[in-house]
Structures are given as C-alpha cells and as structure tokens.
C-alpha cells in the first residue's frame, strides 16, 4: 500500500471512530470490511481517480471516497 492509499484509510477509519463516539483501535479491521487491494486499485500516485466513487459499508456505516479524496460518511440501513 502507497502513504496515499495509507491517508485515506486512515481517514476512513478516524471518521467512523468520531462518528460512532469510540475509538478507532476498537473498530474492526477495515480489511474485514473492503479488499485494501481495491482501495490500493482504485488509487494513483497523484491521488484518488478523477472522476470515481468507491462506496462500502463499514461499522454500519455507508463510506463514500470521492474523486477528489473526499470521505464522507452516511448513515448504513
């Protein structure tokens, strides 16, 4: 995995950990949730795909990785 592909997971993980009012060590693995191999695929060295989305449900959550590197976090079902 790149520093890129690191901060975004990082990001990730940081938002559920402040949305869910916990801590990010007592989340479960984000590679239970999504292949970290797709999140590395879904990335370039200049950052996230221009115009992609990668949408995945993690901690009963929806998260939503945009074109511009943006993460943002919905509510899951």
Do not use: H, K, W
């Not at 790149?2 to 990001?11: K, N, T």
């Amino acid at each position: 995995m790149s520093a890129q592909d690191d901060v975004v997971i990082d990001r990730v993980v940081a938002r559920i950990a402040e949305e869910l009012e916990t801590d990010a060590l007592d989340l479960e693995p984000l590679g239970n949730a999504i292949d970290p191999d797709l999140v590395c695929g879904f990335m370039t060295e200049e950052g996230v795909l221009p115009s992609s989305e990668l949408q995945f449900t993690y901690e009963g959550r929806e998260v939503c990785i945009a074109g511009d590197g943006t993460v943002s976090i919905g509510r899951g079902d």
